[in-house]
């Protein structure tokens, strides 16, 4: 568990490193660019256009990884008080201070944001401007003078002998080694935390030197994944083998690396493959002398070519590396797949990688069964989830919306996933759970969704199903039954279990709070609160839009007394596997009864701008009434 606990919290560091660096990655092209074109070296050297380069690395990169940095902490503010704290390590050093602006961009979101909490409520009306303005000011300037007199010589320190043990390396031939840990971290997600955390700060410090670094290559070489992807293309079976192929595109070209993970999770031998593919590539870059002159994100070929140095030596240097990682990765792969048995479920390998992640995966998708088009006469659509007290029927009750509005006389509605109904025509399911609904009900059509109040699938179904629809007279009255289920619906969402402004340091401690309302409410015995827990571990319970739904699992349902809901108002948010939730719907339903009501909130929740009213909204009615108004 101890062991979990920091992957989990390294995890977090790399993504949170990751945050910073990635929204701009533009600037770093344009860096890199101008590098790479009106250096001395460069394709068309340019003096005057060449002293672009050294206040780019110097000042734009870094002000632009505090600034954000303190915006992740404490949104604008934060990210104005980052930017003049990093203002302090920039000038007080000689290096590009990426490190430093990653340490005072946090810092000083975090300083402003303790302010400001400290002060809520205590400015008097008409001095909230002023107080704003000065307190960033001074609380910016004096975090620029502590950056400039202890920070940047620290930061100083540190950079200094990483770069000397780096050169050590490289002197020694030792540098191929670093792919011993490179290459599981990538598998395990703790990759941006050497990425962004060490190799591409060094990296910038030996562009700007030497004018290239051979450390961006590191990481961001697609061989080691190329070569095991090629490998399933000749020699796995199944799904594994018909889907590498664009796999492997979608890795080579489009530089997405994690797409590969779940190959590896399949047969976690592989990951020997990975390693000495990896060492293979980073000894062909020494000894050709390969580098980057700026950093290549993503880990495409593309942008590796872009960011070679322009001069055939470096060019070869680099393919060869890259084409040398993957015939290495292939060769050993290769032979993995053809001793021992291969595990086949490929789904369960992407959710694996999903879990490693500790958030939703962008390309967990593309491991999905194919199926064919949306099948002809609908008559019955059906959202499924674990509990089908939540989520589903939320769903349901935003679709069921837009049928009606386009005249589709089809019956909506859901179910937990083990009840779903096997002449169920179209199934609706978070994307992991999708693969449980396929084994359920194998011949429907399904469709995977990740975002249940604004998904982008609703829309694209009814234009689907316009034009081909044929439901009986008897299946319309099911579906208005379903949807006008009013009894017992009175009194269920009540004044005092609302709240607002509170602060939440984690989802479970937010979600013990709402299961602590439910309880004392008398809606639900004490070990729904677990259950409810459970359920988030399960799935994330959230929807999309800001909201977060938890209430418990299938099993839990007898524990559920009679129907309730609490409304939380989180208006900093709360983190729910890498989601922000401002606003908390905690949810109790026996038999049906909180439907209605559910089916409300989906539907006021589906408009961002209700959103804003509720999470802006300074009194329990206020809140309830623009719930109840939809």
């Avoid at 990884?65 to 930017?83: C, E, F, M, S, W």
């Avoid at 060869?320 to 048995?341: N, R």
């Avoid at 479970?508 to 359920?535: Q, T």
């Avoid at 089916?599 to 009213?613: L, P, V, Y």
Wanted: hydrophobic share 45%; proline share 4%.
């Amino acid at each position: 568990m101890a062991q979990s606990n920091i992957k989990v919290a390294v995890q977090k560091f790399g993504n949170f490193l990751s945050s910073m660096v990635m929204p701009n990655i533009g600037a770093f092209i344009a860096w890199g660019l101008i590098t790479a074109l009106f250096i001395p070296t460069g394709f068309f050297p340019n003096e005057s256009l060449a002293k672009l380069v050294d206040p780019m690395v110097k000042y734009l990169l870094p002000l632009l990884i505090g600034y954000t940095g303190g915006k992740l902490v404490h949104d604008q503010r934060g990210g104005v008080v980052g930017a003049i704290a990093t203002m302090g390590v920039i000038v007080g050093s000689d290096i590009p201070m990426f490190l430093g602006a990653m340490i005072m961009g946090p810092l000083g979101g975090y300083i402003i944001k303790k302010f400001d909490q400290f002060i809520e409520g205590k400015v008097k009306t008409g001095f909230e401007m002023l107080i704003n303005n000065f307190s960033a000011g001074i609380l910016g300037g004096i975090l620029a003078i502590l950056a400039f007199l202890g920070v940047s010589p620290a930061v100083d320190g540190f950079t200094g002998a990483l770069v000397v043990g780096v050169d050590w390396m490289v002197a020694h031939g030792l540098l191929p080694l670093t792919s011993i840990l490179i290459e599981p971290a990538k598998i395990l997600f703790l990759n941006n935390a050497i990425n962004h955390g060490i190799l591409s700060p060094i990296g910038a410090e030996q562009i700007r030197t030497n004018g290239q670094s051979i450390l961006l290559l590191l990481e961001t070489n697609p061989g080691p994944g190329l070569g095991i992807l090629l490998a399933y293309c000749f020699f796995g079976k199944g799904t594994a083998k018909q889907s590498a192929p664009g796999a492997a595109i979608i890795h080579f070209i489009g530089g997405i690396h994690e797409i590969y993970f779940p190959y590896v999770l399949m047969r976690p031998l592989l990951i020997i493959a990975a390693i000495l593919g990896g060492m293979s590539g980073v000894f062909t870059f020494v000894l050709l002398g390969g580098g980057l002159q700026a950093v290549a994100s993503p880990g495409s070929i593309l942008a590796i070519l872009a960011a070679t140095p322009g001069n055939a030596g470096s060019y070869v240097a680099n393919i060869s590396g890259v084409l040398v990682a993957a015939v290495v990765s292939f060769i050993v792969g290769s032979l993995i797949l053809k001793t021992g048995k291969q595990i086949e479920d490929l789904d369960e390998a992407a959710r694996k990688m999903q879990e490693m992640k500790g958030k939703k995966s962008s390309v967990a998708g593309s491991f999905t069964k194919q199926q064919g088009d949306v099948p002809a006469s609908v008559q019955k659509i059906v959202f499924a989830c674990d509990a089908g007290m939540g989520s589903s029927a939320m769903g349901a009750s935003l679709l069921r919306k837009k049928v009606k509005q386009a005249d589709l006389n089809i019956s909506v509605t859901n179910t937990a996933i083990s009840n779903i109904p096997s002449d169920a025509q179209i199934v609706i399911t978070q994307e992991e759970l999708t693969p449980r609904a396929q084994n359920k009900v194998p011949d429907a059509y399904h469709i995977s969704v990740d975002n249940f109040l604004s998904s982008p699938e609703y829309d694209k179904l009814i234009d689907q199903l316009k034009n081909d629809h044929t439901t009986s007279k008897a299946e319309e009255e099911k579906n208005v039954s379903v949807e006008n289920n009013t009894d017992s619906n009175d009194g269920l969402l009540k004044e005092e279990n609302v709240f607002l402004n509170q602060h939440f340091s984690s989802k479970e401690e937010a979600i013990r709070f709402a299961g602590s309302v439910l309880v004392k409410g008398g809606y639900v015995e004490e070990n729904y609160v677990e259950a409810m827990i459970e359920r988030d571990n399960m799935t994330s319970t959230y929807m999309g839009n800001d909201v977060a739904i938890p209430h418990g699992t299938e099993e839990a349902k007898k524990n559920v007394l009679r129907s309730g809901f609490t409304v939380i108002q989180v208006p900093e948010g709360v983190d729910f596997d890498g989601e922000k939730v401002r606003l908390i719907f905690g949810i109790a339903g026996k038999d049906g009864t909180h439907l209605e009501i559910l089916s409300g909130i989906a539907i006021t929740c589906s408009d961002m701008d209700n959103i804003e009213k509720m999470v802006h909204a300074k009194s329990a009615k206020e809140l309830m009434a623009i719930i109840q108004s939809n």
